[in-house]
């Protein structure tokens, strides 16, 4: 799969937004419902629903859920891009990088960008040094 390096380097943050999405929610979270706390004791207390406390967690959910989207997005893409890139591979090389996706997740994700994306142009430059 030929990518240029403008796109190698989109796909290169896109592999990091998962990360920085959970700290995020993460801080969004922690934030609000520590502030939130005194104003949820005084709705319960005048017996009022506490709707602000609930919308604070729509933020969160919503950061969470493209947290989940963008990251479930850079595995298809990483696993399609690993399958075109190694159609005559004879080892077990992509079963290898498929369950390391699946069980390690982001981590691997990351690896596999640095390891098989990344360089990809150092081999082509080699190889058209040697024609």
């Known amino acids: 799969m030929n990518l240029t390096k403008t796109q190698k380097t989109l796909i290169g943050i896109l592999h990091f937004l998962p990360i920085i999405g959970m700290i995020f929610y993460f801080i ?11 104003h949820f004791e005084n709705d319960v207390q005048t017996g009022r629903p506490p709707l602000a406390f ?5 933020g969160a959910f919503v950061i969470l859920i493209l947290t989940i989207l963008i990251s479930l997005g850079i595995k298809i893409f990483d ?5 075109r890139s ?5 080892s077990n090389k992509v079963l290898m990088w498929i369950l390391l996706f699946v ?6 994700e990351i690896v596999y960008y640095f ?11 080699e190889f058209d040094k040697t024609v």
């Not at 609930?54 to 729509?58: D, M, S, T």
């Not at 696993?79 to 399958?83: C, S």
């Not at 190694?86 to 004879?90: I, L």
């Open 28 to 38: 969004f979270f922690f934030s609000f419902f520590l502030g939130s706390l005194e």
């Open 54 to 58: 609930f919308r604070g967690f729509v």
């Open 79 to 83: 696993i399609i891009h690993l399958t």
């Open 86 to 90: 190694n159609k005559n591979d004879s």
């Open 103 to 108: 069980f390690t997740g982001t981590i691997s």
């Open 115 to 125: 390891i098989e994306i990344l360089p990809e142009e150092k081999a082509e430059i």
